[in-house]
């Protein structure tokens, strides 16, 4: 992967062939998720990483200023939700669903006689991200679509969408990240929606845990450890 993207300005592209990169050898995929049981690696985890405020983990596994490598975890239940406000990224990704039912997928584009909504400017990110009240606007559904186990998909900057996990089992995706292309993104939300997007602290124990219980999905990577 580094070979792939250290000192590139990475596009979807590059971002979808350094993941499958990682997925087409999934002994070693499992052998580096089983080494953030470490505590001295997880605690290094926990430290850029976060708690969605819908409960899902947010776990930043590798960083660069060219790439990131992601985790983002639900886990097991029968009330998670992913993040149903519209939204876009400062940043393209490429993402693979790793383990449980799947992603529920909706893309939107604003429209004058779209549903009502009303659209904020994202700024930061984590525990530190603020949201700017801007203006209402109206959003129409372009693409609804399912994001089955072990499927792979990219997200570019001028994307607008919003994902949901499906079932009640643990649902773990896999991204890759390229670096920021914009200063800020989008959010939107709709009447009576919550508009706080603030991540809450992750301990490196609730990192353990979340790659543990990864590992012993039984589609999941640990298979074969």
């Known amino acids: 992967m580094t070979e792939l993207l250290a000192g590139r300005a990475a596009d979807a592209t590059l971002l979808r062939a350094a993941l499958?990169?990682?997925?087409?050898?999934?002994?070693?995929l499992a052998a580096w998720l089983?080494?953030?049981?470490?505590?001295?690696?997880?605690?290094?985890?926990?430290?850029?990483?976060?708690?969605?405020?819908?409960?899902?983990a947010k776990l930043v596994l590798h960083a660069?200023?060219?790439?990131?490598?992601?985790?983002?975890?639900?886990?097991?239940?029968?009330?998670?939700?992913?993040e149903p406000n519209p939204h876009s990224h400062r940043w393209d990704f490429a993402s693979s669903v790793l383990c449980g039912d799947g992603l529920a997928s909706a893309e939107y584009e604003e429209s004058t006689d779209g549903a009502p909504f009303h659209r904020h400017r994202y700024t930061g990110g984590g525990i530190d991200a603020v949201l700017i009240s801007e203006v209402p606007?109206?959003?129409?559904?372009?693409?609804?679509?399912?994001?089955a186990r072990h499927e792979?998909?990219?997200?570019?900057?001028d994307v607008i969408?919003?994902?949901?996990?499906?079932?009640?089992s643990l649902v773990a995706t896999l991204l890759v990240q390229g670096p920021p292309k914009l200063d800020s993104t989008l959010v939107y939300c709709a009447p009576g929606q919550q508009a706080d997007q603030q991540g809450i602290p992750i301990s490196s124990d609730?990192?353990?845990?979340?790659?543990?219980?990864?590992?012993?999905t039984p589609d999941g990577p640990g298979r074969h450890l």
Not at 64 to 82: A, K, M, Q, Y
């Open 20 to 28: 499958t990169a990682v997925l087409d050898d999934t002994p070693a």
């Open 34 to 56: 089983s080494s953030f049981d470490d505590e001295e690696r997880a605690a290094r985890c926990a430290a850029r990483s976060y708690w969605h405020p819908n409960g899902f």
């Open 64 to 82: 660069t200023p060219d790439f990131r490598i992601r985790l983002h975890v639900w886990p097991e239940g029968t009330s998670r939700r992913g």
């Open 137 to 147: 606007t109206g959003l129409t559904v372009t693409d609804e679509r399912t994001i």
């Open 152 to 157: 792979s998909y990219n997200v570019t900057t």
């Open 161 to 168: 969408h919003t994902i949901e996990p499906l079932g009640t």
């Open 206 to 216: 609730d990192v353990r845990k979340l790659v543990r219980d990864i590992l012993n």
